[in-house]
């Protein structure tokens, strides 16, 4: 344990995993929400297609996956980590900083990132790049967060209007002095009152729902008139993944957007010929009341789906993690 530079206090301890509800929460978290949310975006094609025999073996192939997963990272925690997982804290006049310190760790990190990008797995590559990302996390006090003591685990939680953000993990000779320095600093900045009163993971989950409801016409639409599947698949995984991840993901939806019109477009002036003979005529000349029923449809959920971007990209809806990132004082 250190302290003085900047008046800080700097110590390094091993946080337990298998022992430690919160890591063990966090884990059980997050394995089950990459099982849902592959099975929920696999799940809709089918169902738009019909296809209802294949979802239940779907089902049980992401439940068997979750499962192993799951068995797989106990595994792993107790046996190469040994239920321990060195890590470095700091707090400071700025803020409080974490870093993953373990060799260990780290060197699994990069070798699930770069064996994702060999193998052409992009959920490990993901799973790396996110794991990294995660190495070193920084709040400071000019953010918005509020602080939770817990003396019987000698830890402190911060955290902003939905989620934890940080849990620090002290030793039991600096915990007291740990928390004055936090107490102190969040109050000198004001830092817990700019928490919001009420969650936004309404607004979150609210916004998902949208972008499912609207990608469902879309989906129809594809199978409908011979497009392509993927362009509709594409884009409701760049809008879900906008709804909850970075504002830049928004250009790439307005984009998909784009292309669905203009493969739409090529589809309804497509020239054919009549069974019955006479002369040739434009795809969309014949359709019926329930085609452009299903075109005013898509048409109303393009717009939602294109004012949900357009919205996103100037700033005026605030992605999830991005929110997280102002939150944790990172401008």
């Not at 064996?115 to 790396?128: E, F, R, Y």
């Not at 009341?289 to 100037?314: F, H, S």
Request: proline share 4%.
């Amino acid at each position: 344990m250190a302290q003085g530079r900047n008046a800080g206090l700097e110590w390094e301890l091993g946080v337990p995993v298998l022992t430690n509800r919160y890591l063990l929460g966090a884990m059980l978290k997050a394995i089950l929400g990459g099982a849902v949310g592959c099975t929920v975006l696999v799940g809709i094609p089918l169902a738009v297609q019909g296809e209802w025999d294949a979802i239940p073996p779907l089902l049980a192939m992401f439940a068997l996956t979750f499962v192993v997963v799951l068995g797989l990272a106990l595994l792993v925690s107790g046996l190469i980590f040994r239920n321990r997982i060195q890590t470095r804290f700091r707090i400071d006049a700025t803020g409080i900083e974490m870093t993953q310190t373990d060799r260990t760790a780290r060197a699994g990190n990069r070798a699930a990132l770069i064996a994702g990008l060999v193998l052409g797995k992009p959920g490990a590559a993901g799973t790396g790049m996110l794991a990294i990302s995660q190495e070193q996390q920084r709040l400071d006090w000019d953010g918005a967060f509020a602080a939770r003591y817990e003396p019987a685990t000698a830890s402190i939680s911060f955290r902003n209007g939905w989620r934890t953000l940080l849990r620090v993990y002290c030793l039991p000779e600096n915990y007291a002095a740990a928390a004055a320095m936090i107490e102190a600093a969040m109050a000198r900045h004001a830092t817990a009152t700019r928490v919001p009163a009420r969650s936004p993971l309404g607004r979150y989950l609210l916004r998902t729902v949208v972008v499912i409801a609207c990608s469902l016409p879309l989906l129809g639409m594809a199978e409908e008139y011979d497009l392509s599947g993927f362009t509709p698949f594409l884009m409701l995984c760049f809008a879900l993944a906008m709804v909850w991840l970075v504002r830049p993901l928004a250009l790439v939806v307005l984009g998909v957007l784009a292309w669905m019109g203009l493969e739409l477009a090529a589809s309804l002036t497509e020239q054919r010929e009549s069974m019955f003979g006479g002369a040739p005529y434009l795809r969309y000349e014949v359709l019926s009341g329930d085609d452009w029923a299903l075109l005013t449809l898509c048409g109303i959920c393009t717009a939602v789906l294109g004012w949900l971007a357009v919205q996103t990209w100037r700033g005026r809806i605030v992605p999830a993690l991005t929110q997280d990132w102002a939150d944790a004082g990172d401008d």
